[in-house]
């Protein structure tokens, strides 16, 4: 290991390590604009210039520069302060004087590093340039003038989001960085070039003008816009939420995060459900809390018990489908299910659920096949994992399923899920580079697991794997790969039909037929409401959306913002929501709601407090145990003896199950910013079409 002085300090650092990362771990602070440790290494803005004996007679650039043996650096000599001063000097030439009204403002490098390390005045009196706006789509607004040339954005959106749609033209003074071809960037990851940023030249477009930093109250949370479950922090300023931006988690998201997390959080003011409503008439008037629980408690107490049923939506909390299930158990009904869309998921075998290699576990994989999914759309954050350890060389990637431009490259299999079973009984080329693999990883998708054969399908998948070797006592190589926040915590509480219950598509059908008299629909909206005949619909939730429009009582809960509550994503790690804003009107939490129906029927439950509730968690699902918020309870083993693969699979070609990406779920259907993505992104026509719905061609 080279071992180097910096500033008198000595450092072990590790071979082919730059100075300037050398310096970051003891401590030393060098100023940069252009290094970022994600990223490729440009050596563009040269503020990060240091004296190095022995070395160059001029400062050199750190960032760039390896570590030596014997290498002395000093980060504060007068040559080196100089130099940065000159740097900086440079730098703001062409800088415009927009503090006052930058977005970027009390959160700009610039802004920082110009006072700690710059000069005291500047010597240019000319005029400076101005760089016309780029128009790089609706959530990205540009100041081009304010650039300053990192180039962080470009070697984002090439290497991270895998669209090389960015780059420098012109040189000199006449450099800029462009799209080419002016047209939105169409990257489903395109809003972390606003945070890449130092300056002020790329900001949020829905954001604009809208709040200060110092204005704002800070929470953590965590993402329930797809299964991921990226961590990311709340901005609130009164009771409004004003942005949300990525929290560093390297097991999760990183320092990324999908679009429609971050820009969908405007649909939390609109279509907002915010007082008790029952059906009189045909026609759904406003009521009291009092007057509402005494409504649906009647119906729930007046249904005979085999014909009470319930439903768990998609941005369900654990706490709420653990005290609904708690609550049909009182009433003695076996119908209930957190599968809206009907996936073929055994919750018997947490194994057969969950994404077991983990997420940051996709860099340990040396062979993928995806099948039935897209998971550029089903799991931005995930994709672009799977980009980075394709990068890394040695992964080769095959598809089974419709033709999509996954931003990495891909062998495509066609969209017969018979390549599934000749793969599974060893007829398949591909077989071989998976059974040739150290750690194979077959990822299965939505897409494949809500057909009708989807339990033969996820059949298929895992012999295959146990076939290829996949399940060691270090590695399992099965991923499912869900698309719903609520779902894997709904299947670890066990929120599916009991003895002789009904799943979705049996409480639908049983609705219409009349067999069914009262549905409660817990936040479910991505079902077939028109299908429920003549039942009793109880919609709990907070958007007017399918399930309300529906509904003949509405009980107003709490969005993911308004409630401390668990979610567990697709990988089986148990995390929390902190309260960031109080719910609108007179919302509330969806468990306590759902507490006081039950003291409404007469039947009240135990669970008086979120203590409590926790508790009855933990007693139902380790998953939720005290003190493994975070982590992940490991899944055992395959159960069972798989000698064969699965039943006859149909030849029907496999679908995505994410239509629209920027519409999936109540909140980003009523988010404008989502509405204006749907019309450039979706319905502008052009080659990106087929490549946001997944469609085949």
């Not at 082919?16 to 030393?28: E, F, R, S, Y």
């Not at 907002?272 to 005494?294: C, K, M």
Request: charge should be negative; include cysteine; hydrophobic fraction near 40%.
């Amino acid at each position: 290991m080279p071992k180097l002085t910096i500033d008198g300090i000595e450092v072990d650092a590790e071979p082919g390590m730059t100075i300037l990362q050398a310096a970051d771990l003891v401590g030393i602070e060098i100023p940069r604009f252009c290094y970022h440790e994600r990223l490729s290494i440009a050596g563009n803005c040269r503020m990060c210039l240091v004296e190095v004996k022995p070395g160059p007679p001029k400062p050199a650039a750190s960032c760039a520069m390896p570590v030596a043996e014997g290498m002395q650096v000093w980060t504060q000599s007068d040559l080196a302060v100089k130099a940065r001063k000159g740097v900086m000097e440079f730098l703001l030439i062409n800088h415009p004087l927009d503090c006052p009204i930058c977005d970027q403002g009390g959160e700009c490098d610039l802004q920082d590093q110009a006072m700690a390390f710059g000069g005291d005045r500047s010597r240019f009196l000319e005029h400076k340039r101005a760089v016309t706006e780029k128009y790089l789509g609706p959530l990205v607004k540009t100041a081009m003038t304010r650039c300053i040339h990192c180039t962080r954005c470009v070697r984002f959106i090439t290497e991270i989001a895998g669209i090389p749609e960015l780059g420098m033209v012109g040189r000199g003074e006449h450099a800029e960085i462009t799209s080419y071809v002016e047209k939105a960037l169409s990257s489903e990851l395109s809003g972390n070039i606003v945070d890449l940023c130092p300056v002020g030249a790329l900001t949020s477009a829905p954001y604009a003008f809208h709040a200060r930093p110092w204005e704002l109250r800070k929470v953590e949370s965590v993402d329930v816009f797809d299964a991921v479950g990226s961590n990311i922090r709340i901005d609130v300023r009164g009771n409004a939420v004003m942005r949300v931006l990525p929290r560093l988690n390297e097991d999760i998201n990183e320092e990324w995060l999908a679009d429609k997390s971050r820009h969908a959080i405007d649909g939390l003011r609109y279509q907002r459900l915010d007082q008790p409503y029952v059906r009189e008439d045909g026609t759904l008037r406003p009521a009291s809390w009092e007057e509402a629980l005494r409504a649906v408690a009647g119906r729930l107490l007046a249904a005979d018990a085999d014909k009470v049923a319930a439903l768990a939506g998609d941005m369900v909390d654990a706490e709420a489908m653990m005290v609904l299930k708690d609550l049909m158990g009182v009433i003695g009904s076996p119908h209930m299910d957190c599968r809206q869309d009907g996936a073929a998921l055994d919750p018997e075998d947490r194994g057969s659920y969950l994404f077991n290699p983990t997420i940051a576990g996709i860099e340990s994989a040396d062979a993928l096949l995806i099948v039935g999914s897209d998971p550029r759309w089903e799991a931005p954050i995930l994709n672009a994992r799977i980009r980075k350890r394709h990068l890394m060389g040695g992964f080769p990637i095959a598809v089974i399923g419709p033709r999509t431009d996954l931003t990495y490259p891909v062998e495509d299999l066609g969209n017969d899920p018979d390549v599934l079973d000749d793969m599974a009984r060893g007829r398949h080329p591909f077989w071989r580079v998976l059974d040739d693999a150290e750690r194979p990883m077959i990822l299965v998708g939505m897409g494949a697991l809500t057909r009708p054969d989807g339990a033969n399908i996820l059949a298929s998948a895992r012999h295959l794997a146990d076939r290829v070797g996949a399940f060691k006592d270090d590695w399992n190589g099965l991923a499912i790969l869900h698309t719903a926040a609520a779902r894997v915590g709904g299947l670890e509480l066990g929120f599916v039909p009991g003895p002789r219950g009904r799943d979705t598509a049996e409480i639908v059908a049983g609705a219409g037929r009349g067999e069914i008299d009262v549905v409660y629909l817990l936040g479910a909206d991505e079902i077939d409401t028109a299908a429920l005949g003549e039942a009793f619909v109880i919609y709990q939730g907070h958007h007017g959306d399918a399930g309300a429009n529906r509904a003949d009582a509405i009980l107003p809960g709490a969005a993911y913002t308004e409630k401390n509550a668990t979610y567990v994503n697709t990988e089986g790690r148990m995390q929390r929501t902190w309260l960031a804003v109080h719910p609108p009107g007179e919302a509330r939490e969806d468990w306590k709601i759902l507490r006081a129906l039950s003291s409404a029927m007469g039947k009240p439950l135990s669970l008086n407090t979120l203590e409590d509730v926790r508790a009855r968690l933990a007693e139902v699902s380790p998953t939720f145990a005290a003190g493994n918020e975070g982590g992940i309870v490991a899944a055992p083993p395959v159960r069972g003896a798989l000698g064969g693969s699965g039943g006859r699979l149909e030849r029907t070609p496999f679908t995505t199950p994410i239509g629209n990406y920027y519409r999936t779920d109540p909140i980003s259907r009523a988010s404008r910013t989502m509405a204006e993505c749907t019309d450039v992104y979706i319905n502008a026509t052009g080659d990106g079409d087929s490549k946001r719905t997944g469609t085949d061609g």
